[in-house]
C-alpha cells in the first residue's frame, strides 16, 4: 500500500481536480503519477487519515453531486 500525506500539493490538486468536476487536469493527474488512484492519505505524523483510496473519494464526489 502506498501513501501520500493530505497536505502534498499532489494530493490537494486530485481533490480540487475532482470537486470542481476538472476531468482534464484528473487525466493529467492519473496520467502523470502512476497509482495514484490506489495510494491512502496520511497526516504528518503518519497516521491513516483516509480508509478509501483517492479514486474511491472521486468516486463518491461524482455520485454524491447534483
Known amino acids: 500500500m502506498e501513501f501520500i500525506?493530505?497536505?502534498d500539493p499532489l494530493a490537494?490538486?486530485?481533490v480540487r481536480a475532482v470537486k470542481t468536476?476538472?476531468?482534464d487536469a484528473?487525466?493529467?493527474?492519473l496520467n502523470e503519477?502512476?497509482?495514484l488512484a490506489?495510494?491512502?492519505?496520511?497526516?504528518?505524523?503518519g497516521v491513516?487519515?483516509?480508509l478509501c483510496t483517492w479514486l474511491q473519494i472521486g468516486l463518491d464526489t461524482i455520485?454524491?453531486?447534483p
Open 48 to 50: 491513516l487519515v483516509l
Open 38 to 45: 490506489s495510494k491512502r492519505a496520511i497526516d504528518n505524523k
Open 33 to 35: 503519477v502512476p497509482g
Open 26 to 29: 484528473l487525466r493529467r493527474l
Open 12 to 14: 490537494i490538486s486530485f
Open 63 to 65: 455520485q454524491t453531486a
Open 5 to 7: 500525506k493530505h497536505d
Open 21 to 23: 468536476g476538472n476531468l
